[in-house]
């Protein structure tokens, strides 16, 4: 390649094997995800990188050197944020296929500047997933505080995630990647998800709205219609949430009749 931009773009990429190959299991799998990242075939990269490897004369020090990749005189937190914000945006554009100069671009940040923050592709879009669960988790948290009963609590919660999820039209492209489909007695509730969910549970208990031995069928209950809400297609989402809204207004009649017998 011959053109400045496909220069730096070269340096870019190589730069970032060498620097980061030791947190892949070899330097072709390395390769291969970096690639992916810079839009690049593995085997030019794997080029580039032999040809970098090759002994070279030692350049004088220059009088100064900024440190790489991370931009002078802004605050580190500030420039995290703006890069976890560009990728956001990407993945709700384009998914998966969001890419490093995508968000490079996006962020007006260098793909070095990236890396100072985040080693890798991967990295960067599961930092952007937890963002995102933690600003939805404390959302929904928000929305049932004062409430003094089971059916007031969920149903807040149903209001809440409807407004939510009309503020944040992409949520669910974001989430549902990283995010099983949470089913009763089929797949894991999500660690967050669980312990969401639990307190509902047993606030209910205290409160003697349902016993100790519908608690565990309630989690589920609450995590698996609260994350299909999430998951459903926009088109469908408002009559899922009515019908959410009657089951949770419910919730103890709905567990008395549904919540499996004691063994």
């Known amino acids: 390649m011959t053109g400045g931009s496909d220069d730096s773009r070269r340096e870019q990429a190589t730069r970032a094997v060498l620097e980061h190959e030791s947190g892949y299991p070899s330097r072709w799998a390395a390769i291969g995800a970096i690639a992916d990242m810079f839009q690049l075939s593995p085997s030019t990269l794997?080029?580039?990188?032999?040809?970098?490897?090759?002994?070279?004369?030692?350049?004088?020090?220059?009088?100064?050197?900024?440190?790489?990749g991370?931009?002078?005189?802004?605050?580190?937190?500030?420039?995290?944020?703006?890069?976890?914000?560009?990728?956001?945006a990407?993945?709700?554009?384009?998914?998966?296929?969001?890419?490093?100069?995508?968000?490079?671009?996006?962020s007006g940040l260098s793909a070095n500047a990236i890396y100072h923050y985040f080693p890798s592709k991967r990295?960067?879009?599961?930092?952007?997933?937890d963002l995102n669960e933690r600003e939805f988790w404390s959302t929904m948290g928000?929305?049932?505080?004062?409430?003094?009963?089971?059916?007031?609590?969920?149903?807040?919660?149903?209001?809440?995630?409807?407004?939510?999820?009309?503020?944040?039209?992409?949520?669910?492209?974001?989430?549902?990647?990283?995010?099983?489909?949470?089913?009763?007695?089929?797949?894991?509730?999500?660690?967050?998800?669980?312990?969401?969910?639990?307190?509902?549970?047993?606030?209910?208990?205290?409160?003697s709205e349902i016993t100790?031995?519908?608690?565990?069928?309630?989690?589920?209950?609450?995590?698996?219609?609260?994350m299909g809400v999430v998951m459903v297609q926009p088109t469908l989402r408002q009559p899922a949430l009515d019908g959410l809204r009657?089951?949770?207004a419910h919730a103890p009649l709905v567990a008395e009749e549904l919540a499996p017998p004691p063994k």
């Open 123 to 129: 990295a960067m879009f599961e930092a952007v997933v």
């Open 46 to 68: 794997r080029d580039w990188v032999r040809r970098a490897d090759q002994p070279r004369e030692p350049a004088p020090p220059p009088a100064h050197r900024a440190k790489r």
């Open 246 to 248: 009657w089951f949770f």
């Open 90 to 106: 990407c993945m709700a554009e384009v998914g998966a296929r969001a890419t490093l100069h995508m968000v490079a671009e996006r």
């Open 142 to 207: 928000d929305a049932v505080v004062g409430a003094s009963s089971l059916s007031e609590e969920l149903v807040g919660l149903v209001n809440a995630l409807d407004e939510f999820l009309r503020r944040n039209p992409t949520f669910s492209v974001l989430i549902a990647r990283s995010m099983p489909r949470v089913m009763l007695d089929e797949h894991p509730i999500p660690p967050r998800a669980r312990a969401f969910c639990e307190g509902f549970a047993d606030r209910a208990v205290e409160r």
């Open 212 to 226: 100790r031995a519908q608690h565990g069928w309630l989690v589920g209950f609450i995590a698996a219609n609260l």
């Open 70 to 88: 991370r931009p002078a005189g802004v605050p580190t937190g500030e420039t995290r944020q703006r890069i976890l914000d560009a990728a956001r």
